[in-house]
């Protein structure tokens, strides 16, 4: 039995669904009772859990979990402060340290040696730019200001959390560093320091699918490693499999993104025929920064390939999993956004 953390948030449902698909057994949690019906459908069952609540964890089974993935936390995407008028450092502390403390003495207490967690590839925006793949013993650099940073002090704080209740307490566990994440989900909106802002991919498809120019603004070969949710999930389930899993993984596509490419996989699959073109704005400012990371030491341990590493086939099946209709609830839940 996995029990699925935060399983009503976008990278939660498709965990879920990879898990059920491969004969898992999945007790599902979350806040969002509106998605329980969906996760049900996919044959897991939902259990009510806020992980800064240790009194929900009485709802979970007491034996017979061989694995816990953590997903439920704050991230500045869903974070409603402006940050120029109030602060929410409490708020990252409460779900993102005292959540992960909760989630992992619950496994103590259990006997659940594996839990593997998430965190920001923003912990090593100081080697972004370098030309070179990063590798999980790069040091933390990243900035201590703007709506990104609390996110990143507290999720590094988890991981060297977990990595005490490794060595002290003889547990397995184990964290994956995203990028962005691409995938049909609640995130065509996303919330930039309180303001919420259309995301660049959900602009890039609209304006495809209007047949209207996409503007690509500064360099328009910025290049950047993304990974795809399907692979995302695949990861978890090899993960919890194997039991080489330990610390931190790059969990990503291993390969770059040009901004071009991307706008021209955009229009070729969503915008086919309608007279979209690129419009190239090198006079605009754009602060997006190029990074690459290195997937050795996922393939090594638990030998995960990414499978979605052509942009043009990650976004045929991304337009296949918007006309299936099967993730509609997830997309129109406001509030799965904030698990």
């Not at 959540?99 to 100081?126: F, P, Q």
């Not at 596509?253 to 229009?267: F, H, K, M, P, Y």
């Amino acid at each position: 039995m996995i029990v699925v953390i935060g399983a009503t948030g976008f990278i939660g449902m498709y965990v879920v669904d990879e898990l059920v698909k491969h004969g898992k057994e999945v007790i599902a949690t979350g806040r969002n009772e509106r998605l329980a019906p969906m996760l049900e459908r996919m044959g897991a069952r939902f259990v009510k859990l806020d992980i800064t609540h240790e009194e929900d964890f009485a709802a979970l089974p007491e034996e017979g979990v061989e694995g816990v993935v953590l997903l439920a936390a704050l991230l500045p995407a869903n974070a409603t402060a402006d940050l120029d008028e109030n602060e929410n450092a409490a708020d990252y502390f409460m779900s993102n340290c005292i959540g992960t403390v909760n989630v992992l003495e619950w496994c103590r207490h259990h006997g659940v040696k594996k839990v593997i967690s998430s965190c920001s590839y923003g912990d090593t925006s100081g080697a972004w730019g370098t030309g070179r793949a990063i590798t999980e013993d790069e040091p933390r650099s990243f900035s201590f200001t703007g709506d990104h940073a609390m996110y990143v002090i507290t999720k590094n704080a988890a991981n060297d959390t977990i990595e005490y209740y490794n060595q002290q307490h003889g547990m397995q566990g184990a964290s994956f560093r995203f990028p962005p994440v691409y995938g049909v989900g609640p995130h065509g909106t996303i919330l930039v320091n309180g303001k919420p802002y259309k995301s660049g991919i959900q602009t890039f498809i609209e304006r495809a699918e209007a047949g209207e120019d996409i503007e690509l603004w500064g360099d328009p070969h910025i290049k950047r490693d993304i990974i795809y949710v399907k692979d995302v999930a695949r990861a978890y389930r090899l993960a919890l499999e194997s039991e080489k899993t330990y610390g931190l993984y790059n969990m990503t596509s291993g390969t770059q993104l040009d901004l071009e490419d991307q706008a021209r996989a955009v229009i070729e699959v969503f915008g086919a025929d309608k007279g979209s073109k690129i419009v190239y704005r090198p006079e605009k400012p754009n602060n997006t920064p190029s990074f690459l990371y290195s997937m050795e030491k996922a393939k090594r341990d638990f030998g995960f390939v990414p499978e979605y590493t052509d942009y043009v086939e990650m976004m045929r099946d991304y337009k296949a999993e918007l006309e299936s209709g099967r993730w509609s609830e997830l997309e129109g839940s406001a509030a799965a956004r904030a698990e």
